[in-house]
């Protein structure tokens, strides 16, 4: 992640059009501030259609379980907010005709000294369609709970996130910093090969790691 000081100015537009990848950006809201050629080619949408609509209310994002991914609270801003590592995303998005388009999303957020003047640019590739992406079908399919090794202390994380905890709350009953608690959960990211909290603690439950 980049903080971007506020005196030095960014130009969306220019960020995703340097991208020969589809891309965007969003603002703090949400909001899509920049789309560029190749997200028009992507999706079906042109630009003046595009620019300043909430994201969620036109791509209508799903995770790779067919949960709601996308909405007015974005877990993607959070992590922004929270000065946390935003990792590579597989979603499912909805083009023009409303058709499901797999991509695999990788984000960067420019953040700002004013939290409203933060913004997260998303760099898509679409995924091939021999590549097991659909409703219902998780990408760790293949993942059993033999393959999965938790340290104790992964394990207490887990179990508090489970119960609803921020990670600020987690490192005080854990008697931690928020850094190593931000590492523990990098780590079970990597290892359950999730994209998020939710999903982390869905594939965890999946797996018998916790109830």
Not at 91 to 106: K, Q, Y
Not at 147 to 165: D, F, I
């Amino acid at each position: 992640m980049l903080l971007i000081p506020t005196n030095h100015p960014v130009n969306p537009v220019d960020i995703v059009n340097s991208s020969a990848d589809p891309a965007f950006a969003t603002d703090a809201e949400g909001r899509i501030v920049a789309w560029n050629q190749g997200a028009e080619q992507l999706f079906g949408y042109a630009n003046s259609q595009i620019v300043g609509q909430p994201c969620w209310d036109i791509l209508g994002g799903r995770d790779i379980f067919g949960n709601r991914y996308c909405g007015p609270v974005c877990p993607l801003m959070d992590m922004v907010r929270g000065r946390e590592a935003v990792h590579r995303c597989d979603l499912m998005f909805r083009n023009a005709a409303g058709e499901p388009i797999p991509v695999r999303v990788s984000l960067f957020a420019l953040a700002a000294e004013r939290e409203s003047a933060a913004l997260v640019v998303h760099v898509l590739s679409a995924i091939r369609p021999d590549v097991e992406h659909h409703r219902g079908t998780a990408l760790d399919g293949h993942l059993g709970r033999s393959q999965v090794r938790l340290t104790a202390r992964e394990l207490e994380v887990l179990t508090n996130l489970a119960e609803g905890k921020g990670t600020t709350r987690i490192a005080g009953e854990l008697g931690v910093s928020v850094h190593t608690v931000r590492n523990h959960l990098d780590r079970l990211f990597k290892k359950l090969r999730a994209h998020s909290r939710l999903e982390v603690v869905a594939t965890a439950r999946r797996l018998g790691l916790i109830r």
